[in-house]
């Protein structure tokens, strides 16, 4: 791997970037830095968890094209680059049509790297840290290969993107397809989903609305967040190589968390008076889960500039304009 920017693929060039995904959280904010960079983007989404106010600024933008589109489809249109980000990501999104889930990720990711495949282009994949299940090596590096149930309520989303992980690289080394991997930890940031049921958006909804902050279990459970705009840069790190690195990369931050000491951080930042009432802990949730980040380090030059504080703070602003 090596950090030099790609003399023939370019950013910068007006070069067609397909995101699929590019209406949800993460697809929305990549495609905001593609379009800063004067590049033309297909955002290419169903719609299923995507919102359309996710991109509702850049519309009239002549250089974003938007296609209702589900991946698990075929689809034949020409770019330069491709990034899939096209999957739910959050416990109740993923587990509400756990077969749709599993098509999205397997049957998704195969018609993608077909195109990317055919056409000669890189493929980004958004894989997830689930693929380490409920890690029995802390931190987690890209060499571990996990600790998944593979068929508990959770498999439809963990397993699926582990098998979209072997099709990358299957179609890497029998085709020749340039593939990067990107093993993404706990992300957070404005335009996350009120509803998605990932912790952070649940406990500043819960604290902005005076309800009970519900903790899981004993609330040391621990987990890493990083802020959306540190993840895309390191999206964009990963594209940038002119050499598809030979392993998926780790990218997340490292600093750790206890449930506990999250809900008390967002409780203070808000001000709210809400209680913190404990309930069963779901099965299958990972007891702890932080990033590794040397690879990203090393290869990327990459590491999260912001803290978890600051982030919160922002991220509280967006939801209260929500309310």
């Not at 009239?60 to 330069?80: C, F, M, S, T």
């Not at 990720?105 to 693929?131: C, H, M, W, Y």
């Not at 309800?211 to 609330?219: C, L, N, V």
């Amino acid at each position: 791997m090596t950090r030099s920017a790609r003399s023939d693929r370019a950013y910068g060039k007006n070069r067609t970037h397909l995101v699929a995904g590019g209406a949800g959280f993460l697809g929305s904010h990549l495609i905001d830095r593609l379009l800063a960079r004067g590049e033309r983007v297909l955002c290419v989404d169903n719609f299923f968890t995507g919102r359309h106010s996710n991109l509702s600024h850049q519309i009239g933008n002549p250089q974003l094209e938007i296609i209702r589109h589900d991946v698990i489809h075929p689809i034949d249109l020409q770019a330069d680059f491709i990034w899939n980000l096209a999957c739910p990501a959050s416990p109740p999104h993923y587990q509400h049509d756990p077969v749709f889930t599993m098509k999205t990720s397997v049957l998704g990711s195969i018609n993608l790297l077909d195109l990317a495949s055919r056409l000669g282009i890189p493929l980004f994949q958004a894989s997830t840290s689930e693929v380490y299940g409920d890690p029995q090596v802390h931190p987690q590096t890209e060499s571990y290969w996990g600790h998944v149930n593979p068929i508990g309520i959770r498999s439809c989303y963990d397993e699926g993107k582990r098998a979209a992980e072997a099709l990358c690289l299957d179609f890497r080394r029998s085709r020749g397809t340039d593939v990067r991997v990107v093993r993404i930890f706990n992300t957070y940031g404005p335009r996350m989903h009120p509803d998605d049921g990932r912790v952070i958006s649940n406990f500043i909804v819960q604290a902005l609305q005076g309800r009970a902050i519900t903790i899981y279990g004993d609330g040391q459970q621990s987990r890493s967040f990083c802020y959306v705009d540190d993840l895309v840069d390191g999206f964009l790190k990963v594209m940038d190589l002119d050499k598809a690195p030979e392993s998926p990369i780790n990218l997340g931050n490292p600093g750790e968390f206890t449930m506990l000491e999250l809900a008390q951080q967002i409780l203070a930042l808000t001000g709210s008076s809400s209680k913190i009432e404990q309930r069963p802990l779901p099965k299958d949730d990972p007891s702890r889960r932080r990033p590794d980040i040397s690879l990203a380090r090393q290869h990327l030059g990459w590491e999260p500039k912001i803290a978890l504080r600051d982030g919160l703070i922002k991220t509280i602003e967006y939801f209260k304009t929500c309310e």
